[in-house]
């Protein structure tokens, strides 16, 4: 009787996975059109100047003056501008302009890469919706990004529109090149995404494999180790791009710390509830005690920075915002100044996995558009001046 239950759960759970499966592939068809890959939107000149900093009169002049590319118009005659279009500005700007090198913001020479791992291990803490904001911000302000996915779930994947567990069932993400089995080069599985400037190396499901494997490579001391398989890996890519930022999974495993020990910079993630901010310190606990033996093993880790991001944040939510300020009394100037506030724009934006940056505008209300996406900028333009610290510029 028992085995027979137990089948029959087995097999519905099954059904239930392919029915699933189904609707989601018809929901992603739908969101995307058929067959077709994600796009990334144009931009308007206002959007452009405050991404690049040249000013809208500016803008106007500097093309009546024949200086920019001619781009697309809209059915008004607005100048419609795509993400290389921008870059080709900003380009034209850093030739000509007068502090041409502040439309460079990457990296000069002999500054190294910055690989910032985006972590905690209370599940949904907003560490992906952060990762693919902060990346997507990055590249549109003329950085080059390699977004690093390091959970099975795969959701910083799905949100640049791959199924992960049918695109990279078998082969094609990260796992590939940390495996300890016959690993391939990071180039291999980098994928170029729709959006400019932004690569992703996908994961899947797979990748869960990467713990048990790392635990018996420990046992049997298969080198190189768990705590340099990654920065190995990025070495290959390392010239390619500025930034690179990695999605953690919701755990204190070996993946999540095979992405630390990578990492020049750190971003904790917390929403600012009691739950939250207990599990919070708990992770720091066990991550600060797994680290010290790591280093009594192979020397001292040594990252730039450590902070942490408010997220998910309700301003008019008292105990929130009590939370919050409890936070910035412990944790002083380690917690941005800019939260990243809780938004219908996001959560609505996350069901077709777009981003506030790919939403269409007229799509949404624009108040609600306004107020996110200068939460959102905020943060990214704070913890940017931590990144540009970091390689020893001048930051207001
Ligand atoms: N600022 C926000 N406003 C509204 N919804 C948000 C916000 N940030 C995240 N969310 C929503 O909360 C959910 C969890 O966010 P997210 O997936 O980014 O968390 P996570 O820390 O990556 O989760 P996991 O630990 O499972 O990897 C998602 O549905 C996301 O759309
Ligand atoms: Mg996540």
């Known amino acids: 009787m028992k085995t027979v239950e137990t089948k029959s759960i087995a097999a519905s759970i ?6 699933l499966s189904e609707a989601l592939n018809s929901h992603m068809r739908n969101s995307f059109q058929p067959d077709s890959r994600k796009t990334l939107r144009k931009f308007h000149p206002a959007e452009v100047s405050e991404l690049t900093g ?13 200086d920019f590319p001619e781009v697309e118009t809209d059915s008004r005659g607005r100048r419609l501008y795509s993400a290389e279009d921008i870059d080709q500005i900003r380009e034209v700007m850093a030739r000509t302009g007068r502090n041409g090198d502040s439309y460079r913001p990457g990296r000069r020479e002999n500054d190294p890469l910055q690989i910032i791992s985006i972590v905690n291990f209370k599940g949904g803490s907003s560490k992906t919706t952060s990762a693919i904001h902060l990346a997507q911000r990055y590249a549109l302000r003329g950085y080059r990004v390699l977004a ?6 795969a959701s910083l994947t799905t949100m640049f529109g791959y199924r992960p567990e049918i695109e990279f069932a078998e082969s094609g993400t990260i796992y590939d090149a940390l495996k300890y089995e016959n690993p391939v ?19 899947g499901l797979l990748l869960s494999e990467y713990e048990t494997e790392t635990a018996y490579a420990l046992q049997h001391k298969v080198d190189p180790p768990f705590t340099q398989r990654l920065a190995i890996a990025l070495d290959e890519v390392e010239a390619n791009y500025d930034l690179v930022i990695i999605d953690c999974p919701p755990q204190l495993g070996f993946t999540t710390m095979t992405a630390l020990l990578a990492s020049t910079g750190l971003l904790i993630t917390v929403v600012p509830s009691m739950l939250d901010v207990a599990s919070m310190a708990q992770f720091l606990e066990m991550a600060g005690e797994t680290v010290e033996a790591l280093e009594d093993a192979a020397g001292p880790i ?9 997220a998910r944040y309700e301003p008019t939510d008292v105990p929130q915002s009590q939370m919050a300020g409890f936070l910035r009394s412990i944790l002083l100037d380690q917690v941005l100044t800019t939260p990243m506030l809780k938004s219908t724009a996001i959560s609505d934006a996350g069901m077709t996995q777009q981003t506030i940056y790919e939403l269409d505008p007229s799509h949404v209300v ?26 020893g510029r001048e930051t207001d």
């Open 185 to 203: 080069p990071l180039s291999q599985v980098i994928r170029k995404t729709y959006f400019h400037n932004l690569d992703l190396a996908p994961a």
């Open 148 to 153: 690093v996915d390091m959970d099975p779930q």
């Open 366 to 391: 624009k108040k609600t558009l306004v107020r996110i996406l200068e939460s959102v900028n905020g943060v990214a333009d704070e913890f940017e001046k931590t990144i540009q610290t970091a390689w």
């Open 302 to 310: 040594d990252w730039n920075f450590l902070k942490f991001l408010i």
């Open 14 to 19: 099954a059904s239930n996975a392919t029915r």
């Open 54 to 66: 040249i000013s809208l009169s500016n803008l106007r002049t500097r093309h009546q003056d024949g």
